[in-house]
């Protein structure tokens, strides 16, 4: 009996990822790459075509907005989702969530309650960020 259960909780821990946890790590690895600064870790995240609308207004593409984290210009210092919602398509995924963002931009400081929109696709076997599009919750 005990190896039966043994052999029941290797194997449920080795069952793959659904796509649902595949994007809410892929998310994850997102924002603390985002908080971070990390380039690198960011261009392994996003697809070379993102398009990135930011709250303001301001829509940037990759080069655009790696610069900008890269000189100080954007900043983000915590990223608190509140709720998020996943929902798969075959190789794409939207995720929409509620978080409180804090940090620095071309305006100042910032304390933000944001409604958040990613769009995910699978490339080659990984999940790559397309889109990216913030709105402030008044």
Known sequence: MIRLLLFLVLGAL?????AE???KQAEKSWYEAVLKRDESGLKGIFSPDVIYAHSTGKVEN???????????KQRY???Q???TTVRVHGDS?????????????DAGPFNDHLM???FW??????????????????
């Open 14 to 18: 080795s069952l793959p990822a659904t």
């Open 81 to 83: 989702y509140e709720k």
């Open 116 to 118: 958040l929109i990613h």
């Open 21 to 23: 946890e595949e994007i």
């Open 62 to 72: 990759l080069t655009e907005y790696l610069g900008r984290l890269r000189e100080g």
């Open 121 to 138: 696709v699978r490339k080659n076997g990984a999940w790559r960020l397309v889109a990216h599009q913030t709105t402030k919750i008044p």
């Open 93 to 105: 995924a939207v995720l929409h969530a509620i978080a409180r963002v804090t940090g620095k931009n």
């Open 77 to 79: 210092d915590t990223f």
